[in-house]
C-alpha cells in the first residue's frame, strides 16, 4: 500500500532525512504537486475530492512527524586552527632563526651601528605605514569572499595594493624631504631606510592577499624564497648585504603578490560578476577603523625599540642608534608570541562554535542566561591562556639562557619583560579579534590608543630618566593596558551579545 | 502623453535569464510608447545586466538584499548617511518607529492577521525611513528587544524560535524591509512582475498616492516559497517565520491590486486560494516572438534529436529526464539529447552527472548553453521539459511555434497551454517520461505521430500565445488602469 504513495509522503511516514515538518496544509500539496498528484490523479488514485483535500487530510497524519536531520555546521578542529594561526607567523619565525643561525635574514642582521638604525627604521616604519592598508584589504577581502564574490575580493585586494603603493611611495618622499629638513640621517642612509620601508611594505601587503585567500603555507614559501635570493646574491654573488636584502624582499613581495592573485583568478575565473565602481569616500568611511588601528597596532609593538633606539644617544652621528642587546631578546621573546598567534585563531573559532550551540539551546525568555555563559567563556579563554603562555615563555627563557643567547643583564632584562608582556597583548589581540567578529571596529580604537599612548609615556620616561633598556617597561605597560581596555570592552559588549552578534551578521 | 510605469522585479529581469526576464524584455520593447521605471531586486550588488535595455527605459535602479556591509538603501554620500544615522536617536525610533514596527510585526507572527494594518505599518514605516536611517534604526537595540517581545507574546510555545532561529528571523527582516527605504520615481502606474517584496512599492503607492496597481504572477510566489522551504536546512520555526512573513505581504499585494493576471486556471486556483478576489484575476497567457520562432524542418539532422532547455537546477527536474534517457536509450540507442541552459545550480549538475556516470550515458547527451534557442528548437525532432514546478514556460511556447513535438510533464498551466498538442506525463516518473518519449522516437507510428502533434500545437500556438497578443493585453491594462485613476483617490 505505502509503495503507491506518492514519494512525499513516504518521506514523512518513514521519516527519512529529507524530510521536512510541512508547515501547513496548503505546504502539503505543493509537495504532493510535484510529486505529480494532480486533481485527477488525487480523485481517481487515491479517492480525494481533489489535491487540497488529499493534503489536508495527510497534514493531520504527518505535521508532527519527525524531522529528517538537519545539516548543523561541522565543528573545526581547534588543535588544526592553532596550527592554521601559528602559521601566519611562521615567516617572521623562520627569519628569526635563520637569523640566530647565520648572523643575518631576510632583512636585519650584523650590520654597522648606523645602516642598523637605518635598516630598523625602514622596517618599523613598513608595519606601521602598511598595517593599517593590511587590516582594510583584509576586512574588504575577506567581505566579499565570504559572500562568494571573488571577483569583488580580487578587484579590492587589487584597489589596495595600489593604495598601499602610494601611500608608502608618499610615506618615504615624506620622510626623505623631513630627513633633508632636519637631517637625522645622513643621504645615503636616508634612502637605505626608505628602500627598506617600501620592499617591506610591499611584501606585508603582498602577505595580506595570502592571508585573504587562506594560504599561509604560501607565505612560507614567499619567506623562504627572498631568504634564498638574499643567501644567492649576498654569498654566491658577493653583492652587498643590503642590497641582496632589499631585492631579495622585493622577490619575496613580488612573489606573495603573483601567488595572491593567481589564487584568486582561480576562484573566480568563469565568474561574470560585475565589477562595483569605487566609491572612494564610502570606502574610507567604511575602513577608517581598520585603518587607524592597523597601524596603531604596529606602533604599540614597536614604540619601545623606538623609544629605546632613540634615548642616551650621545655623540653618536644620528638621533637613533640601533641596539642589537635591545633587539636580540625581543625577537626571542617574539617566539612565545607566535604561539600565541595560533591561539587566537583558535579561540576565535571556539567563539564561534560556542556561540552557535549555545544559541541553539537558548529559549527567547533566557536571553540573558546566553550573555551569561558567554561572558563566562570569554574570562575562561584567558585564564586557561595566560598560564599556559607563560609556562612556555619560562621554557623559551631557559632555552635561550642555556643556549647563552641573554649574556648580559640587560639583555636578560629586556627577555624577561618582553616574555612578559607578549601574552597580554596576546590577549589584546584576541579581544580585538572579537570586537571585529561583532562588526564593532571602532571600539578596537580606545583600548589601542590607550595602549600606545602608556606604552610611549611610560617607556619614554624611564628611558631618559635611567636606561634606554629600561622602556621594555613601557611595552609592558601598553601591552597590560592594551589587555585589560580591550577585555573590558569585550565584556560590556557580551553583556549584550545577543544584540551586537545580531547586527554582526545583519 | 506616454504612461510611466514602474516595473519592479524580484531575482529576474533584468539581472537574470529565464521566463520572466524574457516576459518583461518582451513587454517592454513591445510597449515603446511607456516609459518604464524598472526597480529590480537582486540577492548581491555583483550581478551585471543580462539584457540590454531599450530607449523607453527611463531608470533601472537594482536593490541588493544581501552582499552589502549596511542593509538598506547605499548612497554612497557619506556625509548625507551620517547625518540621516545622528538625527536616528532611541527617542526617534521609540515614539516613530516601533508603533509601526510592532504592528508590522503582529501581522508577520499572527496568521490570519487582517492585511490593512500591516498595509498602513508598510505605508508608516516609509515615511519615517524618508527622514531617518534604515540601518541604525533597524539595527537598534530597542528594535531586537522589540522583535523579541513580540516573538514572545504572539508566537505559542511550541513554536517560539530558540535565540539562534531569532537571530536569523531578524536577520532576514532587516534585509527584506530594506525595500522600505528606496524612494521611487512618480509614475501612472505600479506593475509588479510578481508578488511578494517586488509587490511592495505597488501597495504603498496605491495607499500613498492612489497610483494603480497591477500584478503579473508568471508562477506562484508563495507556492514556490513553500517548495523552495521544503527544500531547505533551515530549522522548523525559522521555515514558518519566512512562511508567515511572505504570507502577509503576499495577501497584501493580493488585497491591494487592482487588477492580478494570471497564466492559467493553474495559477488562478492558487491566487484564489491565498486571498486574491477571483473578480480582480484575469488571464493574460505568455506570447512568443514569431519573427524569432518558426518552421525550418530543412534543419533537423539525421540523428534523432531531443532537446531540453531549462536552467539546470533541481526544480526542472534534470535527474528525472536522466533516468528516462537511460530507459529509452535501450530501444532507441541512437538518440541524442541535448540538455542547454545555464547551470544554475553546480550542486544539482554534478548530481547529474554522477547519473551520467552511473548509466554510462555519454555518448547519447550533450550539455550545453545556447544565444540561439529557436536554432536549437529547428534541430530537434522532440522538445522535452521534465519539470516538477512551472508556470507557464516559454520553452514549450517556443517549441509549438517552431513545428518541435511537446513531451512535458503535467505541472503548472502546461496542460492548458498544449490542450492536447502534446504529451503529457506526471512529474519524477522516469518511466512514465521515458514511455512517452519513445512513442514519439520508436516504432512506425511515430514520425506521424510527431508531425501531427507539431501541426496542432503550432495552430494552437499561433491563435493564442503571439508576443504581440500578450503586449497588447497589458497596453489594455494599463490604459483601463489609468482611466480608473483619474477618478480614484488614496485608499
Redo the contacts between chains.
Keep these: 500500500m505505502r509503495a503507491d504513495l506518492p ?1 512525499c509522503l513516504t518521506a514523512g511516514l518513514e521519516a527519512r532525512p529529507s524530510w ?5 496544509e ?2 502539503i500539496a ?2 504532493l ?4 498528484v ?1 486533481d485527477t ?1 488525487a480523485a481517481h488514485t487515491y479517492g480525494f475530492r481533489d489535491v ?1 483535500d488529499m493534503a489536508s487530510e495527510w497534514y493531520g497524519q504527518l505535521h508532527a512527524a519527525q ?1 529528517g536531520d ?2 548543523t555546521p561541522p565543528r573545526k578542529n581547534l588543535l588544526v586552527e592553532h596550527i592554521r594561526g601559528t602559521a601566519f607567523a611562521l615567516p617572521l619565525a623562520i627569519c628569526c632563526v635563520v637569523m640566530i643561525c647565520f648572523g643575518y635574514s631576510l632583512w636585519g642582521g650584523d650590520l654597522d651601528g648606523s645602516a642598523a638604525a637605518a635598516v630598523a627604521i625602514g622596517v618599523v616604519a613598513s608595519f606601521i605605514v602598511t598595517g593599517g592598508i593590511v587590516q582594510a584589504m583584509a576586512w574588504q577581502g575577506l ?1 566579499y569572499a565570504g ?1 562568494g ?1 571573488f ?2 575580493s580580487a578587484v579590492a585586494c587589487r584597489r589596495w595594493t595600489g593604495y598601499g603603493g602610494i601611500i608608502l611611495a608618499s610615506a618615504a618622499v615624506a620622510a626623505l624631504l623631513f630627513n633633508a629638513q632636519f637631517g637625522w640621517l645622513s643621504g645615503e642612509l636616508a634612502w637605505l631606510a626608505a628602500s627598506f620601508c617600501i620592499a617591506m611594505g610591499a611584501l606585508w601587503i603582498g602577505t595580506g592577499i595570502l592571508y585573504i585567500v587562506e594560504a599561509p603555507l604560501h607565505v612560507t614559501a614567499a619567506t623562504v624564497y627572498g631568504i634564498t635570493v638574499v643567501f644567492i646574491l649576498h654569498r654566491a654573488l658577493g653583492m652587498s648585504l643590503l642590497e641582496s636584502q632589499i631585492l631579495g624582499v622585493l622577490t619575496a613581495a613580488l612573489a606573495a603578490f603573483l601567488t595572491g592573485f593567481l589564487i584568486l583568478r582561480k576562484r573566480h575565473t568563469g565568474d ?3 565589477v ?1 565602481p569605487r ?1 572612494v ?2 570606502t574610507i ?2 575602513t577608517a577603523p581598520y585603518l587607524v588601528y592597523g597601524s596603531l597596532y604596529y606602533l604599540l609593538l614597536f614604540a619601545d625599540r623606538i623609544v629605546a633606539w632613540t634615548a642616551q644617544t650621545g655623540a653618536a652621528e644620528t638621533p637613533v642608534v640601533f641596539r642589537g642587546d635591545y633587539e636580540l631578546p625581543h625577537d626571542i621573546a617574539l617566539l612565545g608570541f607566535i604561539i600565541g598567534v595560533g591561539w587566537v585563531h583558535s579561540a576565535c573559532r571556539s567563539f564561534y562554535d560556542r556561540v ?1 550551540v ?10 540573558q542566561w ?1 550573555n551569561n555563559r558567554m561572558l563566562e567563556f570569554h574570562l575562561r579563554q584567558i585564564a586557561i591562556f595566560l598560564p599556559v603562555a607563560y609556562a612556555v615563555n619560562a621554557i623559551i627563557w631557559f632555552s635561550a639562557q642555556s643556549f647563552g643567547l641573554l649574556a648580559t643583564p640587560l639583555t636578560e632584562r629586556v627577555a624577561l619583560i618582553a616574555l612578559a608582556a607578549f601574552p597580554l597583548l596576546t590577549v589584546g589581540l584576541w579581544n580585538v579579534s572579537l570586537l571585529f567578529a561583532l562588526s564593532l571596529p571602532w571600539a578596537a580604537l580606545p583600548p589601542a590608543i590607550c595602549a600606545v599612548l602608556v606604552n610611549l609615556s611610560c617607556g619614554y620616561t624611564l628611558s631618559r630618566i635611567w636606561s634606554y633598556d629600561l622602556a621594555i617597561f613601557g611595552f609592558l605597560a601598553g601591552s597590560a593596558v592594551f589587555c585589560i581596555a580591550s577585555s573590558v570592552s569585550v565584556q560590556r559588549r557580551f553583556r ?1 551579545l ?2 551586537y ?3 554582526s ?2 | 502623453m506616454a504612461a510611466t510605469v514602474l516595473l519592479t522585479t524580484e531575482g529576474t529581469y533584468p539581472y537574470f535569464t529565464g521566463g520572466v526576464s524574457v516576459w518583461c524584455d518582451q513587454l517592454i520593447r513591445r510597449l515603446a510608447n511607456t516609459r518604464y521605471h524598472i526597480f529590480a531586486i537582486v540577492p ?5 545586466l543580462r539584457f540590454e535595455l531599450p530607449g523607453n527605459i527611463a531608470s533601472c535602479r537594482p536593490f541588493p538584499l ?2 552589502t ?1 549596511l ?1 538598506g538603501l ?1 548612497t ?1 554620500r ?1 556625509a548625507s ?2 547625518k540621516r544615522a545622528v538625527e536616528t536617536t532611541e527617542e526617534v525610533i521609540e515614539d516613530r518607529f516601533l508603533p509601526h514596527f510592532r504592528s508590522m510585526l503582529r501581522a508577520f507572527l499572527v496568521q490570519g492577521s487582517p492585511v490593512e494594518p500591516l498595509a498602513a505599518a508598510l505605508v508608516g514605516l516609509q515615511i519615517y525611513f524618508e527622514t531617518y536611517d534604515y540601518a541604525a534604526t ?2 537598534s ?1 530597542i528594535a ?2 522589540t522583535f ?1 517581545a513580540a ?2 507574546s504572539w508566537l505559542p510555545a511550541g513554536r ?5 532561529e ?2 536569523a528571523c ?2 532576514w527582516l ?2 527584506y524591509l530594506g525595500i522600505l527605504a528606496v524612494p521611487h520615481p512618480s509614475v501612472d502606474l505600479v506593475h509588479a512582475s510578481m508578488t511578494g517584496l517586488a509587490g511592495l512599492p505597488g501597495v504603498i503607492s496605491k495607499l500613498r498616492h492612489g497610483t494603480p496597481y497591477l500584478v503579473t504572477e508568471h508562477g506562484i510566489y ?2 514556490e516559497l ?2 523552495a ?8 520555526n525559522s ?2 517565520f519566512l ?1 508567515s512573513l511572505n504570507e502577509a505581504i503576499v495577501r497584501t499585494n493580493y488585497r491591494y491590486a487592482d487588477t492580478i493576471t494570471s497564466l492559467g486556471d493553474f495559477n488562478r486556483d492558487w491566487q484564489i ?1 491565498l486571498g486574491a478576489e477571483a473578480s480582480k484575476t484575469m488571464f493574460v497567457p505568455n506570447g512568443v516572438d514569431t519573427e524569432r520562432f518558426g518552421l525550418a524542418p530543412e534543419r533537423r539532422p539525421a540523428r534523432l534529436t531531443v532537446l531540453t532547455l531549462a536552467r539546470c537546477f533541481s526544480l526542472k527536474g534534470i535527474d528525472v529526464l536522466l533516468e528516462a534517457i537511460h530507459l529509452v536509450r535501450q530501444r532507441v540507442p541512437g538518440v541524442l539529447f541535448r540538455i542547454l541552459g545555464e547551470r544554475a545550480d553546480p550542486e544539482y549538475y554534478n548530481q547529474c552527472l554522477s547519473i551520467v556516470e552511473k548509466h554510462q550515458l555519454h555518448s547519447n547527451i550533450e550539455w550545453g548553453e545556447t544565444d540561439d534557442p529557436a536554432g536549437a528548437l529547428n534541430e530537434a525532432h522532440v522538445f522535452c521539459l521534465p519539470s ?2 512551472e508556470g507557464m514556460p516559454y520553452s514549450v511556447l517556443e517549441a509549438m511555434f517552431s513545428g518541435c513535438p511537446v513531451v512535458a ?3 503548472g498551466n502546461v496542460a492548458s497551454v498544449l490542450a492536447g498538442t502534446g504529451l503529457l506525463v ?4 522516469p518511466a512514465g517520461l521515458s514511455d512517452a518519449l519513445l512513442k514519439l522516437l520508436d516504432g512506425p507510428e511515430a514520425v506521424g505521430l510527431r508531425s501531427r502533434l507539431a501541426e496542432a500545437a503550432l495552430r494552437r500556438a499561433h491563435q493564442h500565445f503571439t508576443a504581440d497578443a500578450c503586449a497588447q493585453s497589458f497596453d489594455d491594462i494599463y490604459s483601463r488602469l489609468s482611466l480608473c485613476e483619474q477618478i480614484s483617490q488614496p485608499v
Excluded at chain 2, 44 to 48: E, R, T, W
Excluded at chain 2, 229 to 236: A, E, G, H, I, K
Design positions: 514519494a521536512r515538518i510541512p508547515l501547513d496548503r505546504d505543493v509537495r504537486e510535484c510529486d505529480g494532480t490523479v487540497h524531522e538537519l545539516r567581505f559572500s564574490d571577483r569583488m561574470a560578476s560585475r562595483y566609491m569616500r564610502q568611511f567604511q552557535g549555545l544559541l541553539r539551546s537558548c529559549d527567547l525568555e533566557k536571553t546566553f549584550r545577543d544584540y552578534y545580531l547586527v551578521g545583519a | 548581491s550588488p555583483k550581478h551585471p544581501w552582499g556591509s542593509p547605499q554612497g557619506v548617511t551620517v533597524m539595527q537595540r531586537w528587544s523579541l516573538c514572545r517560539r524560535p530558540n535565540l539562534e531569532a537571530t531578524m536577520r532587516i534585509r508563495l507556492r513553500y517548495l522551504l521544503s527544500r531547505t536546512d533551515y530549522p522548523v521555515r514558518r512562511l486560494r516538477i514546478s510533464t503535467d505541472v506526471r512529474p519524477k516518473d
